[in-house]
């Protein structure tokens, strides 16, 4: 139920629902999809990376000069954890052909495949295995499977989704394994929604010209993360998972390769070492710096570690001063701010409808195009629903999918949605959701080729850490996917690696140098990266924690 | 946009978190408010939206003897709380290949023989944050109903807090996980298109008309892009 002083908005909503329904079931297009030139003022008007203090330019690195994300900027002028003069190079705690940094979707991929291909893997990840986005997808993943559609059809969406930026060979190794990805996944065992025919339940996604959206109930990316974290302790032989043990510095040799990695035991509080022929990073994203104080759809864990670990070592970064806010996080009830309401709700032909009722956009835009008019809506339009903590949202007309595709559809079909919003005494099949765009995907990363090797020699990344497949855009059901591909490819690769790789003397140079370059372009800061977890204490509690950085007794 | 800040005017109420009482703001989650009391969460935390079940949590209340369970990012503080975390439990996973296993009882009778131990009494279902029919499913499974089994263990999160009530010892999240993967792998209905179009991609079908795409300039591409029809919702 929602709050008196919205019963109004909402009684217009009902008022103009059935002549949007009649609209939506005559098969004609709801609302006229916006031109080149349309998307374009949008995005520049409203859109939270053309902001003025958005981006600024990063003084030290490869990537010196350019203008990325503010926050991210930060991020990597920062210390690093440790003083390398402090660490022990000459004991090696673990050595393994393969080290993959990452326990998501990514990470498993990447492992299972390097094992395929005769490796010996390490896991090492920050929390638990499978703590990741790769979790929390709920709408689906993008597969050109229909006899109607192509992986070149895929291609031509992808590209336009993300504004033409894309690194086209990315993008064909995307659409090109796509039904390679959905067959694996099957074979390992993730059910997927089917027609009676045992084809797959496909949707249309935001951008997308045809339906290709495979999905696992609301559930996609926990169907999937579930089967591969199982499928990954089925060999303990091969895959050894490191737990709550993040990557905090990559290791390097004399001659400029990377050799593995240290991580820091977060329970023990000790720094160790993990020699590997070949390094995959497959961290995910930067949810959790909270850019622009947006809130996040993303895992607590979302902190961008591998941006830094690869950017310290030398590696290039692309596209990172694009950021992917979410058309639709939630606004109420406060207690699930900024949580994801999956794009399939939108795909099942729910609208996004303002104070007055009114739809105001076509439903299934490019993410960043949708997220650019809900906020001018808000802001420029004041076409907003406010709640009572002062906070602005849109309708997303939720009853609408079950008159389009029957009763039950939403249980059947959404049932975390349903669960989520039933939690707090909201049900989504009579009651629209309030929706406001939410922090959800780091669009660029580390520069990788279609092997997922990095400039570095050893140096693989793979996954949401990546940058250049999605260009400044990713669209809906693009993320499972690229996972999947690149951990799969980056699994792959590192395992042929390693099978030619001499590893020479251990050194964490180019930690030194990293400091170095910090001072020569006269940079304080008391920053210290990768910063591995936010911290949500209150600033009240912080004050009084007088002693937390006290080493030789108890903090 | 800040992440879940308590109003400054929220009401305050009284908890318990392991035995230890503490004031946080109404209407916070147990997630929400083991923060606001200055924990900075390891374990214990993990999607923070309901998918990862990493916050298992179980509580009680002080007027009532039962024990509650819930997930501390779900889970709205009620006054007078009393909860402990369990963000781990050991539980059994045995080890197998999926191209060796059948999709059928015995599978199951050979890998988790404990899954027959079940004694029906359902603190499974009741301790469940999904509102699963856990206890329904491990029934199913020990008819042999692995689709059963499977469909009603499908928005399992694996946080562990059937296996950590149950009796009979079972590990009911990993017994369902088998039961998914077998459904899918073996008992689902197979369909033809994903077969051609792999067949298609094999023979190079799609790689002259990609690579085209590759190297055309930003505006003829552009062109066709926009160009491009869009298939009906």
Redesign the interface.
């Known amino acids: 139920m929602y709050p008196e002083y919205m019963q109004e908005s909402l009684k217009l909503v009902e008022k103009t629902r059935p002549e949007r329904l009649k609209k939506s079931l005559s098969g004609e297009k709801v609302f006229t999809p916006m031109t080149d030139a349309e998307r374009g003022e949008v995005l520049t008007k409203f859109h939270p990376d053309y902001k003025a203090d958005a981006r600024r330019k990063i003084r030290i690195g490869p990537n010196r000069g350019e203008n990325i994300t503010l926050e991210v900027a930060d991020l990597l002028e920062s210390h690093s954890r440790i003083n390398p003069d402090d660490f022990d190079l000459s004991r090696v705690d673990y050595d393994t052909d393969v080290l993959v940094i990452g326990g998501g979707g990514g990470g498993a991929g990447a492992a299972l495949l390097a094992r395929e291909n005769g490796a010996k893997v390490i896991i090492a990840t920050k929390l638990r295995i499978g703590d990741a986005n790769s979790m929390m997808s709920q709408g689906g993943i993008q597969a050109s499977v229909n006899p109607n559609d192509s992986p070149a059809i895929h291609y031509l969406d992808a590209l336009g989704g993300g504004h033409f930026d894309n690194k086209p060979d990315l993008v064909r190794a995307l659409v090109m394994d796509a039904p390679l990805v959905i067959k694996w996944l099957e074979e390992l065992g993730v059910m997927f929604d089917k027609d009676s025919n045992g084809n797959m339940v496909t949707m249309l996604g935001g951008g997308c010209s045809r339906k290709r959206m495979h999905s696992a109930r609301d559930y996609t990316g926990a169907a999937i993360m579930r089967v591969l974290r199982d499928e990954v302790k089925n060999h303990p032989e091969d895959i050894q998972v490191i737990e709550f043990s993040p990557a905090i510095e990559l290791l390097m040799d004399e001659g400029g390769q990377v050799a593995g990695a240290i991580l820091y035991n977060l329970e023990t509080e000790e720094y160790i070492m993990v020699r590997a022929k070949s390094t995959i990073i497959a961290t995910g994203g930067f949810g959790r710096l909270h850019i622009k104080e947006f809130a996040t759809t993303n895992h607590y864990g979302a902190t961008a570690d591998g941006l830094v670990l690869g950017y310290r070592a030398g590696a290039n970064l692309l596209y990172m001063d694009s950021v992917q806010y979410h058309p639709t996080g939630a606004v109420y009830p406060e207690q699930i701010l900024g949580f994801l309401i999956t794009e399939k709700v939108r795909t099942m032909g729910a609208q996004p409808v303002n104070k007055f009722g009114e739809l105001f956009v076509f439903p299934l835009e490019p993410r960043d195009v949708e997220s650019s008019s809900f906020i001018r809506e808000c802001t420029e339009r004041g076409k907003g629903i406010i709640t009572h903590t002062g906070r602005v949202g849109i309708w997303l007309d939720s009853p609408l999918i079950e008159l389009i595709n029957g009763e039950g559809a939403i249980q059947k079909q959404l049932p975390a949605m349903y669960r989520q919003y039933n939690r707090f005494d909201i049900d989504i099949t009579k009651e629209p959701m309030l929706v406001f765009p939410t922090l959800h995907y780091q669009n660029g990363g580390l520069e990788i080729n279609d092997q997922c090797e990095t400039k570095i020699p050893n140096l693989y990344a793979a996954g949401e850490v990546s940058g250049g497949v999605h260009g400044r855009n990713r669209l809906m059901g693009n993320s499972v996917l690229d996972y999947n591909v690149f951990g799969r490819r980056a699994g792959i690769a590192a395992a042929l690696n390693a099978k030619e790789v001499k590893l020479g003397k251990l050194t964490l140079k180019h930690i030194k140098r990293y400091e170095r370059e910090l001072q020569e372009a006269d940079i304080h800061t008391d920053k210290i990266s990768p910063m591995l977890l936010p911290n949500y204490t209150t600033p009240e509690v912080r004050a009084r924690q007088l002693t937390a950085h006290y080493e030789g007794t108890l903090r | 946009?800040?992440?879940?800040t308590p109003?400054p005017k929220a009401k305050m109420i009284s908890l318990y978190i392991m035995g230890k009482r503490y004031e946080v703001p109404e209407?916070?989650?147990i997630m929400?408010a083991l923060?606001?009391?200055?924990?900075?969460?390891?374990?214990g935390?993990?999607?923070?939206?309901?998918?990862?079940g990493?916050c298992a949590t179980v509580y009680r209340t002080t007027d009532d003897y039962k024990i509650k369970t819930g997930l501390a990012c779900?889970t709205?503080v009620e006054p007078n709380m009393y909860l402990a975390q369990i963000p781990f439990f050991p539980a059994n996973?045995a080890?197998?290949?999926?191209d060796e296993l059948e999709p059928s009882i015995s599978t199951f009778q050979e890998i988790y023989p404990e899954t027959f131990r079940c004694v029906s009494c359902n603190t499974c279902t009741k301790a469940c944050p999904?509102?699963l029919e856990v206890m329904d499913y491990i029934q199913a499974l020990i008819r042999g109903d692995i689709a059963q089994a499977?469909d009603l263990s499908?928005?399992?999160?694996?946080c562990g807090l059937c296996a950590a009530r149950c009796p009979a010892e079972i590990v009911q999240y990993?017994v369902a996980?088998?039961a998914?993967?077998?459904?899918?792998?073996y008992l689902?209905?197979?369909?033809?298109?994903?077969e051609?179009?792999?067949k298609e991609?094999k023979e190079h079908k799609?790689d002259k008309?990609?690579e085209e795409?590759?190297h055309m300039d930003?505006e003829s591409?552009?062109k066709?892009?926009?160009a491009?029809?869009?298939?009906?919702?």
Do not use: H, P, W
């Open positions: 946009m800040e992440e879940k109003s209407g916070s989650t929400g923060e606001y009391a200055g924990y900075q969460l390891k374990r935390c993990g999607c923070r939206e309901g998918f990862c990493a779900q709205v996973k080890l197998y290949d999926l999904q509102d499977a499908f928005d399992c999160i694996m990993n996980v088998l998914r993967r077998l459904y899918g792998k689902s209905k197979k369909g033809e298109y994903l051609s179009r792999l991609i799609y008309e990609i795409f590759m930003r591409f552009k066709k892009y926009y491009r029809d869009i298939e009906k919702m």
